[in-house]
């Protein structure tokens, strides 16, 4: 939990600029214990340190879990701290604002931001990418593999969005006080942001957004979708939080009126939109291509030999809604016995899922 406007920590005496605490969940009582408290390392009053704060359990190939806390106050910081194996924190390091000069403060770097599975991205709201004031960027970071305290590196952003900043993400159509970036959510390959400023000038209505972005299998994170205010004539600030899942995006318009002011004033809205990721029906190791490789990788996840895919639509091969061994006969027989082929979206061309059923498919990428 952060406390960005703490400004003395343990005592009046000490002057810190923000406190973040730590809690844990005991199983054996249910209750929330505290276990720790991480003070701002630069002891500077202003800094609001804890402004934003972000935990993610540990991925396999690291040592310890991980947090990320944001201070929005100046040129802008996240810190990072990692748990060893003893099950003690760790300070790690502390990334800076890209940008940092005296242009720099105000941009809001740390406003918000979101870590998961080695991917840590950060909002810049307030930058004024080509002096567009508060258009707004986001910045990617992915840790390298490694034991504690091993490097966070700028992610790789696709050519047709980069800029001269490494791991910067820029506000696809810059207009002023669009405040790309006041959201960001990641999950695997996905990221969500939040852009809720914009009008429409002809009638002074506004917009807002959300802007989808997806990691190849390549590495690169590309734009994917907008998806667009869903009643512009309400107003409100839609994108202004975001989260997304394997499957489903929530945004929140927390000025929203239902009635254009009438009667419920700001009374705020939530949307959840179901992601429909696009892929081939058989494909089940996401190699392109319909082959006995995708049997074998079947069996071996169903017998648990290997990883889930991150895409079990792709290995329902008969789309039962469920994978099973019947997909891998399925398979099989479409290779070489002339059996029919999977069904839609079909072995050849990507397509979304026409079934409703319980499988995941986080991303799957139409190579």
Request: hydrophobic share 40%; with cysteine; net charge negative.
């Amino acid at each position: 939990v952060g406390a960005p406007a703490t400004s003395t920590f343990p005592n009046p005496q000490t002057s810190v600029g923000g406190v973040v605490w730590l809690f844990e969940r005991n199983l054996a009582t249910g209750k929330w214990d505290e276990v720790d408290t991480f003070v701002n390392p630069a002891l500077q009053i202003t800094d609001a340190f804890g402004t934003s704060v972000s935990v993610n359990d540990a991925d396999p190939g690291f040592i310890g879990d991980v947090i990320a806390v944001g201070q929005n106050v100046g040129d802008g910081a996240v810190s990072l701290y990692e748990r060893n194996q003893f099950g003690v924190w760790v300070a790690g390091p502390t990334i800076t604002n890209p940008n940092s000069s005296g242009a720099a403060i105000g941009d809001r770097f740390g406003e918000d931001l979101s870590l998961f599975d080695g991917v840590l991205a950060i909002g810049a709201f307030a930058e004024d990418p080509n002096n567009i004031q508060n258009a707004g960027s986001v910045y990617l970071y992915e840790r390298a593999p490694g034991p504690l305290g091993a490097a966070w590196n700028e992610a790789i952003i696709d050519l047709t969005i980069s800029t001269a900043v490494q791991g910067e993400i820029p506000n696809p159509d810059p207009q002023p006080d669009d405040y790309f970036g006041i959201s960001v959510s990641v999950w695997g390959d996905l990221l969500a942001v939040g852009e809720p400023g914009g009008f429409l000038s002809s009638s002074n209505t506004s917009l807002g957004a959300v802007h989808l972005f997806k990691r190849n299998q390549a590495g690169e994170w590309q734009p994917q979708v907008e998806v667009q205010h869903p009643n512009p004539g309400n107003n409100g600030d839609f994108g202004y939080s975001v989260a997304i899942s394997s499957s489903r995006l929530a945004v929140a318009d927390p000025t929203a009126s239902l009635d254009n002011g009438t009667y419920y004033g700001q009374s705020g809205e939530a949307y959840i939109y179901q992601l429909e990721v696009e892929f081939r029906r058989g494909d089940c190791n996401n190699d392109g291509d319909i082959n006995i490789a995708d049997a074998v990788g079947a069996l071996g996840i169903l017998f648990m030999l290997g990883a889930p895919p991150d895409c079990l639509d792709a290995c329902d091969a008969n789309d039962d809604t469920t994978m099973n061994v019947a997909d891998v006969v399925f398979t099989l027989a479409y290779l070489f016995s002339a059996g029919s082929p999977p069904p839609d979206p079909g072995p050849v061309n990507c397509g979304p899922d026409p079934t409703i059923d319980n499988l995941d498919c986080v991303s799957y990428d139409c190579l």
